[in-house]
């Protein structure tokens, strides 16, 4: 299945630097040099993944990005020029699946792409549901229901979830979670894992800084309540 991505970035030389690449790997490609523009795009093309530039003229990524979730599950990747580690969480925090700093190579670039993919194209293949207390959780949907009202997720959280909720009173690590939830642990750092658990928390908890389903094990890592 050939995925089209959306490529978003006000400057001509970056999207010149990454859409013949991409092209060669066989993705179908489209651009946006704003954040409305990609918006439109997005609602017009649908596309399976948006490469979404942090800097943008109109409206920032990050306003982007959380736009972009409230309309679908569509990846979504962060490039940023930034390097602080709380710009960073606060991408992820808003609904975006990975990111990436400039600069960066295009091998990278592809191999992150291909990684978020594989967990939307995965999602078709789960098992039947889970019932965890007021969470029903549908693997062969790929959705969650919180007291039977629908909560948009992202591929990673629910694979966060789907991955503690299978086996409750389970200790995971971050790594354990990495490597089950993000696949390619090389290229990501564990603590992204805590950026995921926390907006994970804002959606299935009722009060997320005393959560009763994704809980924290100091010194080890998250489980997911056993009288939950």
């Keep these: 299945m050939s995925h089209t991505l959306l490529l978003v970035d006000d400057e001509d030389k970056v999207l010149e630097f990454m859409e013949p690449f991409l092209r060669q790997e066989g993705f179908q490609i489209i651009t946006a040099k704003t954040g409305k523009e990609a918006l439109l795009k997005a609602r017009e093309k649908a596309p399976s993944l948006v490469v979404l530039d942090w800097m943008l003229p109109e409206m920032r990524g990050i306003d982007v990005c959380r736009e972009l979730r409230t309309m679908s599950r569509m990846g979504i990747i962060m490039v940023t020029a930034r390097t602080e580690e709380m710009d960073k969480i606060i991408g992820l925090e808003v609904g975006a699946d990975d990111y990436i700093t400039k600069p960066f190579s295009l091998r990278e670039l592809a191999a992150r792409i291909r990684s978020v993919l ?34 948009l997720l992202t591929p990673t959280e629910f694979k966060l979830l789907l991955t503690l909720a299978a086996k409750p009173g389970i200790v995971y690590s971050r790594l354990q979670l990495l ?43 998250y489980r997911f309540g056993e009288r939950s």
């Design 118 to 151: 594989r967990r939307l194209d995965g999602q078709d293949t789960a098992p039947p549901s889970l019932q965890r207390g007021g969470l029903t959780i549908s693997e062969s949907q790929c959705r969650v229901w919180k007291q039977g009202e629908d909560i």
């Design 179 to 221: 490597q089950a939830a993000l696949e390619d642990d090389i290229l990501n750092d564990e603590r992204t894992v805590d950026a995921h658990i926390s907006r994970l928390r804002k959606k299935v908890e009722d009060d997320p800084s005393n959560p009763v389903y994704i809980q924290t094990v100091y010194g080890f890592g």
